[in-house]
């Protein structure tokens, strides 16, 4: 990990030692832990700060993480984009995975790296979105990979309150996805508003981040059973 900080400075430089330092400690983390768990495949230092870090980071792009918004990420798995976020924002982080293995490890790692503004939820999204105290109760929604569009609409968009933003983020096909997710869109009360293009250096990838406005309440009927979700994407 000695390679980390000149990365971080690097391709990161508007960071301040603080969140250096922050960064570092996760790092070290992911790194140990992920020998036993399996979190990432993601291990070298250029890797982390890359594809990790920096991809995490981008979101800032879209210029809705502002101090105090509520964050929830779906299916953060190894705490990508929950753990940059925390560092990077003062938004209120909270971690979703099905997984609790995971989530303890997002959890222990926050704590390690002084992150109070970040704590996990375990369940599944199409179970969690049904429930008062998570439905449209959040500011933001993100997800990374996870799904195609029009199923992770289905699992994001429910706990989005109306005015809020979900943002999906995708691969180089996105807006492939999109267009498949229209109806999707509509029906659970979304409009797109913006696709932003990210170029990460060195490794050539360029995923997009799909912004969707919530602009009316999520029919009741949604989500449905995963089963029925899967089988019959809207």
Not at 44 to 66: A, Q, W
Not at 162 to 186: T, W
Not at 196 to 212: A, E, G, N, Q, Y
Request: proline share 5%; hydrophobic share 40%; with cysteine.
């Amino acid at each position: 990990m000695e390679e980390l900080r000149p990365l971080l400075e690097t391709y990161l430089p508007s960071l301040t030692d603080k969140q250096k330092e922050r960064f570092e400690i996760i790092a070290d983390r992911l790194c140990e832990v992920n020998r036993s768990l399996n979190l990432t495949s993601l291990t070298s230092p250029e890797e982390i700060v890359l594809l990790h870090f920096y991809d995490s980071l981008s979101l800032l792009r879209t210029g809705l993480f502002t101090p105090g918004k509520t964050v929830l990420d779906v299916g953060c798995g190894g705490g990508f984009p929950s753990l940059p976020l925390a560092v990077g924002t003062e938004c209120r982080i909270v971690s979703n995975d099905a997984t609790q293995k995971k989530l303890v490890f997002v959890e222990e790692t926050a704590k390690a790296a002084g992150l109070s503004g970040l704590s996990t939820l375990c369940g599944r999204a199409e179970e969690l979105g049904r429930l008062p105290a998570h439905r449209e109760q959040y500011d933001l929604v993100v997800s990374r990979g996870v799904a195609r569009m029009n199923v992770l609409c289905e699992w994001c968009l429910p706990f989005v309150r109306v005015g809020g933003h979900f943002v999906a983020m995708k691969g180089n096909r996105g807006r492939e996805e999109l267009d498949e997710a229209q109806n999707a869109v509509r029906t659970l009360g979304g409009e797109i508003e913006s696709v932003i293009d990210v170029s990460i250096p060195v490794f050539d990838r360029t995923p997009t981040l799909l912004v969707i406005k919530k602009v009316g309440s999520t029919d009741e009927k949604y989500p449905r059973m995963n089963g029925r979700i899967m089988k019959k994407p809207l």
